[in-house]
């Protein structure tokens, strides 16, 4: 029976199935970020994460924000995860309201 199920799942492999992925998250860091910038090369993608602690802005008109991660990823990798965010996104504005980034970050130029 389960040289049978091995068969299949290479079957499966070969004719394109999606592969199952398991997920170890034992080694899994997590930080929390309110900032995120973006900028990218012909071969990689690079995503900058920070936070901004600042309550106001200062006088001349800066705001320091504290880098705490950078992913570097293939254009392929950015693209899956353009569309992963993308479909999240669209799913928590359903739920609970369009996010008007606009608005928003017109008021923080006050």
């Known amino acids: 029976m ?3 199920k091995a068969k299949a799942d290479k079957a499966g492999a070969a004719m394109g199935a999606s592969p199952k992925v398991e997920w170890d998250d034992s080694k899994m860091n997590t930080t929390y970020a309110n900032v995120a910038n973006a900028a990218s090369t012909r ?12 309550w106001n802005i200062s ?20 693209k899956r995860l353009w569309l992963i965010l993308g ?24």
């Open 43 to 54: 071969e990689e993608v690079t995503l900058l994460f920070g936070t901004n602690k600042s």
């Open 87 to 110: 479909s999240v996104l669209e799913e928590y504005e359903s739920r609970f309201g369009k996010l008007d980034i606009e608005s928003r970050a017109g008021a923080t130029k006050q």
């Open 59 to 78: 006088k001349d008109n800066s705001v320091k924000v504290e880098l705490s991660d950078r992913i570097i990823l293939s254009p392929f990798a950015a």
């Open 2 to 4: 389960a040289d049978s």
